[in-house]
Every structure is written in C-alpha cells, then in structure tokens.
C-alpha cells in the first residue's frame, strides 16, 4: 500500500479552498468525485464552511483516518429527503480505521480483541 501525499493534487484541502475544485478535477475518475480515504494526524479531521450562510463545520475524531465521499452517483432509491439529490448534492466524513488496514502492517487491523476496551470519537460542531 501506498501512503501519498496530497500537496499539489486535487485532494490538497490543507488550505481551504472550493471544495468544488477537488471534485471537479476528479470527475473523469472511476469514482467520478471525491470517494477516498485520508489519514488523519491529529483528531481535527476537517471542516467545511459556507460563505454565503457563514456557517461551518468541524469533524473532530481520534479514528485514524477519513473517508470523503461526495455522492457521485445518482441514488436508485430515493433519500428521505425533500432536496434534490442529484450528484455531488451531499458529502460524509466517515471516521474510520483504514480500509482494508487489516492486510498492510503499516496500518490499524481494526481487531478488536476479547475484553479489549474501545474508545473511539467522532464529534460534529456546528458554528452559525
């Protein structure tokens, strides 16, 4: 596996800009967007800010990693939801251990092991 650096490439949200800009530049990918999982160094996982509203969001989590997805493909079912749910209308932050993690020394297995504790976060602060 690996492990590549976002400086200069479409996934480099460490100064905030668009998040159109990523999704655009990944539009003629297999997964037509943003699907992709980031390791994470610290429990800020990332925000998102609407200038218009001034609203923001923060991710904070202490899971290893992040899986951004941007809802790239029209859903076959309908979501319960009474916005227009065409593509690149939501996005997730899915704090997890790294996919697939359990084949690669170099990252989490994500076992959890028999009377092994487990304390994980994922926290969603709204600022308006």
């Given amino acids: 596996i690996k492990q590549a650096d976002v400086a200069q490439t479409p996934f ?8 159109r800009n990523g999704v655009l530049a990944l539009l003629d990918t297999a ?13 800020h996982v ?25 809802h ?16 690149h209308s939501s996005i997730t932050f899915e704090c997890q251990y790294e996919p697939d993690g359990i084949h690669h020394p170099v990252l989490n297995s994500a076992i959890l092991k028999k009377n092994e504790p487990y304390h994980h976060f994922i926290d969603f602060e709204f600022e308006f």
């Fill in 31 to 43: 997964q037509k967007g943003l699907d992709h999982c980031f390791i994470t160094n610290s429990n």
């Fill in 72 to 87: 790239n493909f029209i859903s076959k079912k309908p979501l319960n939801t009474s916005v227009p749910q065409g593509v």
């Fill in 12 to 19: 480099d949200f460490i100064q905030p800009k668009p998040l």
């Fill in 46 to 70: 990332g925000s998102l800010f609407d200038p218009k509203t001034q609203r923001r969001l923060n991710v904070y989590s202490n899971y290893p990693s992040v899986v951004i997805y941007t």
